[in-house]
Every structure is written in C-alpha cells, then in structure tokens.
T-cell receptor, first 110, second 113 residues
C-alpha cells in the first residue's frame, strides 16, 4: 500500500518563502505530484517530479529525493492568493492508482 | 472548452435514497476518476476508468457503482445513500492512466441525512 505524510498547517507572511514537506511510503514509485486547492474549489495541478532534484515553475519549485522517500514544495515571494491547501500525491506501482496526502493548509498573513 | 463538468453542484438525500452524479470532459481524455473528499482530508479514489469500456475499483468503492457511458462521460451511482457518504465528490480526467496531471471538475457537495 501507500501512505503519505504532510504537516497539517503552515503559516507565513507575504513575501516570505515557505517549504511544505511530504514523505511517502509506497510499494512502487512512479513520481510525486503537487496540487493546490482553494477553499470550496477543485484541486489544480502544480508540479511533478519523477527524478531526483528540483523542478522550478515560476514562484513554485518542487524537490524530490527518491532515496529518502521525501519531497517538498517551495513557494517563494508568497502572496495572499497562495493561501490554500496543498496536497502531494503518488502513483502506485501499477501506475493506475493515485494516492493523495492529507494536505497542508497554508495561511499567508499580511 | 469547459474542461471537466459535474452535475449537480449540491444535493441533499435522505438515508436509503439513490442518485447518480454526472461527469463529462471535453478534452478527449482516455482516463477518468471519481474521488471523495471529507472535511480536512485528502482525496480518496472511489473508482476509475482507464479507458472507454473499462472500470476498476479504487481505495473506497463500497456503496458505489460507476458507468463509463462513452469516452466523455463517467457517472457515479449511490444505490442506497448512507450518512457516511456525506462528502464532496470530485470527478477528474487525464490523458492516460500514466499521466501525472489530472484535471478536476468543480465537485458535488452531497449531504445524506
């Protein structure tokens, strides 16, 4: 089976940098994805890591270390609109079942 | 291009009633999924359809049935609703099962009393 762990809440101020961690246990691994979900909204895709290292997309970056079963999402130059929940997700060994983490609620303060 | 659409947006059922949640996508995606999200939790996969004509159980399939009506449409049926099925239901699609990016619909908020 698969399980993922994330911090439940993170708080930061506008303009700051915040890191949201995700550790996972899987019977097979085919990549780590990150999704953003605003209150009352649908999840939207942010980034994906299949290989070790850092992927950068604008203010957001995602990192993966397969040997440590660990990844993180890095948000820079925080804005109020970044207040949302962030979920990491992995695909199982058959590549057919997505498993989502419990989510991290980010609050950005002025 | 509407993406993934779901109907209804809100629904209240009494215990034992049945209903079908509808989902459609216009992106010509092969794979479609149904998730439920309970308050403060992540999404859990109920059923998925890797391609037209196939469906498979996910993590929490009990109490649900699905139909992949055609490539565009994937419906979720609750035959006899229970209060434990109170949740927000999201439909999603992706190009293929191996695709790491899923596109989600706006969700259906279901309350069972």
């Amino acid at each position: 089976g698969q399980s993922l762990e994330q911090p439940s809440e993170v708080t930061a101020v506008e303009g700051a940098i915040v890191q949201i961690n995700c550790t996972y246990q899987t019977s097979g691994f085919y990549g780590l994805s990150w999704y953003q979900q605003h209150d009352g909204g649908a999840p939207t895709f942010l980034s994906y890591n299949a290989l070790d290292g850092l992927e950068e997309t604008g203010r957001f970056s995602s990192f993966l270390s397969r040997s440590d079963s660990y990844g993180y999402l890095l948000l820079q130059e925080l804005q109020m609109k970044d207040s949302a929940s962030y979920f990491c997700a992995v695909r199982d060994m058959y590549g057919q079942n997505f498993v989502f983490g419990p989510g991290t609620r980010l609050s950005v303060l002025p | 291009n509407a993406g993934v659409t779901q109907t209804p947006k809100f629904q209240v059922l009494k215990t034992g009633q049945s209903m079908t949640l509808q989902c459609a996508q216009d992106m010509n995606h092969n794979s479609m999924y149904w998730y439920r999200q309970d308050p403060g939790m992540g999404l859990r996969l109920i059923y998925y359809s890797a391609s037209e004509g196939t469906t498979d159980k996910g993590e929490v399939p009990n109490g649900y049935n699905v139909s992949r009506l055609n490539k565009r449409e994937f419906s979720l049926r609750l035959e006899s609703a229970a209060p434990s099925q109170t949740s927000v239901y999201f439909c999603a699609s992706s190009d293929d099962m191996g695709d790491y990016e899923q596109y989600f619909g706006p969700g259906t908020r279901l309350t069972v009393t």
